[in-house]
T-cell receptor
Framework: EADIYQTPRYLVIGTGKKITLECSQTMGHDKMYWYQQDPGMELHLIHY???????EKGDLSSESTVSRIRTEHFPLTLESARPSHTSQYLCASSGLLTGMGETQYFGPGTRLLVL | GEDVEQSLFLSVREGDSSVINCTYT??????LYWYKQEPGAGLQLLTY?????DMKQDQRLTVLLNKKDKHLSLRIADTQTGDSAIYFCADSRRGNLFFGTGTRLTVIP
């Protein structure tokens, strides 16, 4: 069972507010990821990290930023939320497992609504 | 994303078999995965297959891999209403996973 947590699970916020979505994992995984998921289901990789002090942008351009100061923690920040940021945000982590490759484990997601 | 394709919808009757298909384009893929997403939840790893295998069975789940045609399928035997969800295939390349668009499976009682 994967031990990866996201808070909050749901967030309704007004335009222009600064928000931070939290993601933590207790599996000691080096790699962590943030995905944005459209209502139409498709997953888009927006950020990833190979380890402490490593952050990379994903395939989908995003106005959010991330940081990786500790192995277990990978928060995502939006400095000024807009309605176009309304989406579900999924955090994942991965480690190299014998015979399974680089399997990713997902948190429960944060559903963000910006009014 | 990045050339991993799935059909968007599938409906089956309870008790029938479901077959969800996926095609990918990169022959360097090493592992291929199936994930399940229930409403309001994250993705849950269902099963995986190494690229040098052509079949893997795990209880009601059977994964078939045709590496020549770059085609992956997930068969769910005796489909139950609890199997209703979105199913994503993913292939592993360059240290990352590339996900398909997801197939929404609806099980009709």
């Amino acid at each position: 069972e994967a031990d990866i947590y996201q808070t909050p699970r749901y967030l309704v916020i007004g335009t222009g507010k600064k928000i931070t979505l939290e993601c933590s994992q207790t599996m000691g995984h080096d790699k962590m990821y943030w995905y944005q998921q459209d209502p139409g289901m498709e997953l888009h990789l927006i950020h990833y990290s190979y380890g402490v002090n490593s952050t990379e942008k994903g395939d989908l351009s995003s106005e959010s930023t991330v940081s990786r100061i500790r192995t277990e923690h990978f928060p995502l920040t939006l400095e000024s939320a807009r309605p176009s940021h309304t989406s579900q945000y999924l955090c994942a982590s991965s480690g190299l497992l014998t015979g399974m490759g680089e399997t990713q484990y997902f948190g429960p997601g944060t559903r963000l609504l910006v009014l | 994303g990045e050339d991993v394709e799935q059909s968007l919808f599938l409906s089956v009757r309870e008790g029938d078999s479901s077959v969800i298909n996926c095609t990918y384009t990169d022959s360097s893929s090493t592992y291929l995965y199936w994930y399940k997403q229930e409403p309001g939840a994250g993705l849950q790893l269902l099963t995986y297959i190494f690229s040098n295998m052509d079949m893997k069975q795990d209880q009601r789940l059977t994964v078939l891999l045709n590496k020549k045609d770059k085609h992956l399928s997930l068969r769910i035997a005796d489909t139950q209403t609890g199997d209703s969800a979105i199913y994503f295939c993913a292939d592993s390349r360059r240290g990352n996973l590339f996900f398909g668009t997801g197939t929404r499976l609806t099980v009709i009682p």
